[in-house]
């Protein structure tokens, strides 16, 4: 028999989904017709918007002409959705990032798992807890962990994102080579301001380290004062790669389309100290591994910058914030500390004791589901997170609901 990769026998069998979903499973056998709100899982509610069901259309009308047709596309995307993100994205901000610094991809979940493939095993690397499980696990897969010991694996450095500091982690004392970060964050829904991720750019130069941006819910930021892209930070040219995604921006989490900007003046150094392109690299990678998201999906992705697809993406994101408002709302005036919600679809809520008695008791007694934050690492034990991707009613319904059951 052929071996595999041993790595793999270190992750952790239950993934907190398929954990949820056999517990849901489970009460639905036992209550059957009981009708069940699902405010766990972060996967969108809402149809795609009106401008990009009709590019959708007409591309695909496209594909079926002789004359229109087209075969492989350019992997790292085409030039009209390259150049759409550019200038809407960062240009527009003053950030200055241009089309060919962006990958086009068919998720952020594959880019924020596959980049660390540029990285040798021997790095160090900082994660967020509680934290979006593919950063951690696909650095186990690589070899860079140890064993999994009270909830964290040995060799990671975990930044705490806690109520103390607001959930938003300092820099550390420690060198590291590589940080994930995520903001707006999943799950506690914090965003980091402009001073804090000056802080971490600051860091990044400092220590010669790498930040690995995530910013899948940017589209959900409202407040002014917080910043869209890493790239509003002077200096992130050097030292960041964004990760950014249209599934949660406008209802692409089954249609799949992604980006991934790496900038052009982003160096990594050999075993002998020479430096190369972090660009070059990933166009290496993602050219030999990808070839290219569908012409249609692209075309679909473009209308999200038309002047209607910017003002649908818009409402799509505001009904969900309605929710979130609803839920942060109720689950304040019910006595829990929560945060998240104002810039961010998540709700993160601090309900004590453990974060599965509290999931239990929601599903048990409310028929409501939410997460549970020991799910995303040690520091989200005693909290719950609350997803605002479902239809307003139901929110409603869901908080009457919970507010029966505590009170
Ligand atoms: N990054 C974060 C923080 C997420 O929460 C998610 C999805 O839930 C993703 C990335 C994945 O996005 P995509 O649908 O583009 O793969």
Not at 60 to 76: A, C, L, N, T, V
Not at 229 to 236: C, R, S
Not at 290 to 315: C, D, L, M, S
Request: glycine share 8%; aromatic share 12%; charged share 25%.
């Amino acid at each position: 028999m052929v071996r595999f990769n041993q790595h793999y026998r270190k992750l952790q069998s239950s993934y907190l989904f398929s954990d949820i979903a056999r517990r849901i499973e489970a009460f639905e056998s036992r209550n059957p017709g009981r009708s069940i709100i699902r405010l766990g899982i972060g996967d969108v509610t809402r149809p795609l918007p009106a401008a990009c069901v009709s590019a959708f259309h007409s591309a695909i009308d496209e594909m079926g002409s002789e004359k229109h047709f087209r075969g492989y596309g350019p992997e790292q995307g085409y030039g009209f959705l390259r150049e759409a993100i550019a200038l809407n994205d960062y240009q527009a901000l003053g950030a200055e990032i241009s089309a060919d610094e962006i990958f086009v991809s068919d998720g952020a979940k594959c880019d924020t798992g596959n980049f660390q493939e540029l990285l040798p095993a021997d790095v160090r690397v900082a994660v967020p807890d509680p934290v979006y499980p593919v950063y951690v696990d696909t650095n186990v897969m690589a070899g860079r962990t140890g064993r999994f010991v009270d909830g964290r694996y040995e060799g990671l450095v975990y930044l705490a994102s806690t109520r103390e500091n607001n959930y938003v982690p300092d820099p550390p004392d420690e060198s590291v080579d590589v940080i994930y970060l995520c903001f707006p964050n999943n799950p506690t829904g914090a965003t980091a301001t402009r001073g804090q991720l000056a802080e971490w750019v600051e860091y990044a130069h400092r220590r010669k380290a790498l930040i690995l941006f995530d910013a899948a819910y940017e589209a959900f930021i409202r407040d002014p004062g917080i910043p869209h892209t890493i790239y509003e930070i002077e200096g992130a040219r050097e030292v960041a790669v964004e990760f950014r995604s249209f599934s949660k921006t406008a209802g692409f989490t089954g249609t799949r389309c992604a980006f991934t900007v790496v900038p052009r003046s982003l160096m990594v150094t050999d075993d002998s100290g020479h430096s190369h392109s972090l660009h070059a690299l990933w166009t290496r990678r993602h050219t030999t591994k990808f070839n290219g998201v569908a012409y249609p999906v692209q075309r679909a992705a473009e209308a999200v910058y038309t002047e209607e697809g910017k003002q649908q993406v818009r409402a799509l994101t505001d009904d969900y914030l309605l929710n979130a408002e609803l839920i942060r709302t109720v689950m304040t005036r019910l006595g829990f500390h929560s945060v998240g919600g104002e810039n961010s679809p998540y709700i993160w809520v601090q309900v004590g004791g453990d974060s599965w008695d509290f999931f239990d008791r929601m599903l048990n007694e409310a028929a409501v589901v939410c997460t549970p934050g020991s799910g995303f690492g040690p520091c989200g034990s005693g909290y719950v997170r609350i997803s605002a991707f479902n239809r307003y009613e139901r929110v409603v319904e869901a908080m009457e609901r919970i507010e029966a059951m505590v009170r």
